[in-house]
């Protein structure tokens, strides 16, 4: 049994807005293990980045954390002060923004910008720079020495990315939080980016959350996916049970409306209508009941997230003794 | 008679060198894909024919009239006909105006005052699937979804007969981008409008485009038809991008073909096959020009084809 990393605990979490609560997360469970690579997906407004947010804690003032834990190597990071989260950040967990062309400070050099964020070591400087120019060459880029004093705007975008991959791993993180790291780049970049990053991911042994809506990505990298809607987990498990065995309706529909799955040309592709709920205002029962064709009476309760397989659970009545009705 | 038709369309910045002589043509009714990495010079093959982007050579014929390099007068007539969908859903929208104005600014910007303008946004929103109290909402009101299908209204407005629509689906989640396909797909057949579509996204050309041109450093390096290109692609680079298509399935084998490098410098073009330090299959003859060469329709601009 590996260990487990990172686990998420019943987590909610509200932001503050003048129209009330704004439930952006309910009852969020999952866990990482060591050295695994767990992909986040789910569209726009089901809570990825205030999920990502909150486990770094780097959540807007209106954030209010209702219940659950944040347990990091088994403590507990809601009850963290901002030091020991500062000193967390960086080193123990690390991040990739999405968009490789604001990650960099622009009126420094790269090579500046690396030396900085080693200043936890005590290294002399050249050594800091030589760890750079390192991390640089092991990211692919090419002439690391000479590109150190370039600054952000001399690379092409796909090679920011590279050097927000590079400056992320220099810390030999334990968990790597990547949000939407490829969503910014065209397909070639993001196939090298994703083919670079699973290289260094075994070559560290680091965990990675990987949160992307492009099931592609997903699919090609990641070993075990947690299906996020409107703010609650809807499904999680082994990748290959996501994709081939999916139990929860909305997981379906996702798959299903990916043209990368429709390989003949198709006149109409598959959406899913009607809107995402308003989380300030839930609706009572399951939260995709409004859009879900295989709705009955029995989901007008909340569905729990249980287990199908080992490994597998759903938030589904389909999955219990008696479906839906 | 193609409706649009590009030849020999040539772009320079100073000494940057964009555009390197493009040509194709799209029929009315036809959607054509343009597909290739980040700087392979979609966006301004788009724009230079909308007369958005200088174009110092070539010819962009339109309905037969030549429309390169016309003042700006002389084009206002002509953005009836051709309208553009841009990148940035919300940024392409003024941030002051309500989305009713903004949808019928194309008819105040041509003088067509005689229309009955709040009619025309109730319509227009209705053809896209919004409701209609959208009108007097702003842009930052609406999410990425909601912008791009204010902003397919705005091109619709005039009936256009063409569309030069750049990277529509950008930034969508996936039942949202089917929902945009979708809209364009019906439109296009019930008001037979003709499109040039820009993509990165090869799943999303498969499902929308006729034709397709794969551009390379400013070059069409390949143009066919979309099952052609997908099932009987013969350039290697076309090659690497269709490879480069990740697979929403775990198990899913691809072969495939890793892209070397970063496209060379449009300052200082290569010699040969520009296209050659990055190709996994480059031979001794790609040192020489590749010229383009066009058989039943497929064209393709290689030394050492693939079959």
New interface residues.
């Given amino acids: 049994m590996t260990e487990t990393l990172l686990e998420i605990d019943n987590l909610g979490v509200d932001y503050e807005t003048a129209r009330g609560d704004l439930k952006a997360l309910r009852d969020i469970s999952f866990d990482v293990k060591k050295g695994e690579i767990v992909g986040i997906v789910g569209?726009?407004g089901c809570g990825k980045s205030t999920l990502i947010s909150s486990i770094l804690k780097l959540t807007a003032p209106n954030t209010r954390f209702r219940n659950g834990e944040v347990r990091f190597k088994g403590q507990d990071l809601l009850q963290n002060n901002e030091r020991q989260m500062r000193s967390l950040r960086g080193s123990d967990i690390s991040i990739i923004f999405q968009d490789p062309m604001q990650t960099h400070n622009p009126v420094l050099s790269i090579g500046a910008q690396m030396v900085d964020i080693q200043h936890r070591s005590k290294a002399a400087k050249a050594d800091k720079r030589a760890t750079a120019a390192k991390m640089l060459a092991a990211v692919g880029i090419?002439d690391p020495e000479a590109r150190l004093d370039q600054f952000p705007h001399e690379f092409?975008?796909?090679?920011r990315q590279r050097i927000a991959i590079a400056m992320a791993l220099m810390s030999e993180p334990d968990l790597l939080i990547a949000d939407e790291p490829t969503?910014a780049?065209?397909?070639?970049?993001?196939?090298?980016i994703?083919e670079r990053l699973h290289e260094l991911q075994r070559e560290m042994h680091c965990a990675v959350l990987f949160i992307s809506?492009?099931?592609?990505?997903?699919?090609?990298l990641c070993d075990r996916v947690v299906v996020m809607y409107a703010g609650a987990v809807v499904e999680s498990g082994d990748?290959?049970a996501i994709?081939?065995d999916p139990k929860h309706p909305y997981t379906r529909?996702?798959?299903d409306?990916?043209?990368?799955?429709?390989?003949e040309?198709?006149?109409?592709?598959?959406?899913?209508p009607g809107e995402v709920p308003d989380l300030a205002n839930l609706p009572t029962g399951c939260i995709f009941r409004d859009r879900c064709e295989q709705a009955g009476p029995r989901c007008a309760a909340v569905p729990p997230l249980a287990g199908i397989a080992d490994g597998h659970n759903a938030a589904c009545w389909l999955n219990h003794k008696g479906g839906v009705s | 008679m193609s409706l649009l038709s590009v030849k020999g369309l040539k772009t320079n910045y100073g000494p940057v060198n964009v555009l390197a002589g493009i040509d194709f043509e799209v029929a009315a009714g036809e959607t054509y894909a343009l597909v290739g990495e980040s700087g392979s010079g979609k966006t301004t093959v788009i724009r230079a024919i909308a007369g958005l982007a200088p174009a110092q050579e070539g010819s962009v014929l339109f309905d037969g009239q030549e429309i390169r390099g016309l003042p700006e007068r002389a084009l206002r007539p002509l953005r009836k006909d051709i309208a553009m969908m841009f990148q940035d859903p919300v940024g392409s929208l003024s941030p002051r105006l309500t989305i009713g104005s903004l949808i019928t600014e194309p008819y105040r910007i041509q003088g067509m005052r005689d229309r009955d303008l709040d009619a025309e946004a109730k319509r227009l929103l209705e053809m896209v699937n919004l409701p209609a109290h959208f009108a007097s909402r702003y842009p930052y009101q609406l999410s990425g979804g909601q912008a791009r299908r204010v902003g397919v209204a705005r091109a619709l407005a005039l009936e256009p007969k063409l569309i030069l629509a750049d990277e529509p689906t950008a930034g969508l989640d996936v039942s949202v981008q089917g929902e945009l396909l979708n809209l364009l797909n019906d439109l296009r057949e019930r008001l037979g409008l003709a499109m040039v579509i820009i993509t990165h996204n090869l799943n999303v050309v498969r499902h929308v485009a006729d034709r397709m041109g794969i551009m390379y450093l400013g070059r069409l390096v390949e143009e066919g038809t979309t099952e052609e290109i997908f099932h009987k692609s013969r350039h290697p680079y076309t090659r690497c991008l269709l490879s480069a298509n990740p697979e929403p399935d775990p198990d899913a084998r691809l072969e495939r073909i890793a892209l070397k490098g970063e496209p060379p410098s449009l300052i200082r073009r290569p010699k040969g096959c520009e296209f050659r330090e990055r190709c996994p299959m480059a031979q001794e003859i790609c040192t020489q020009t590749p010229q383009w060469d066009i058989q039943k329709g497929h064209g393709i601009r290689c030394l050492a084809p693939l079959s």
């Fill in positions: 569209e726009s090419p092409s975008g796909g090679m969503t780049l065209d397909a070639t970049l993001e196939v090298q994703i809506h492009h099931l592609g990505v997903i699919a090609e990748v290959r994709f081939h529909r996702l798959i409306c990916d043209p990368g799955h429709i390989k040309r198709a006149r109409v592709l598959p959406t899913i």
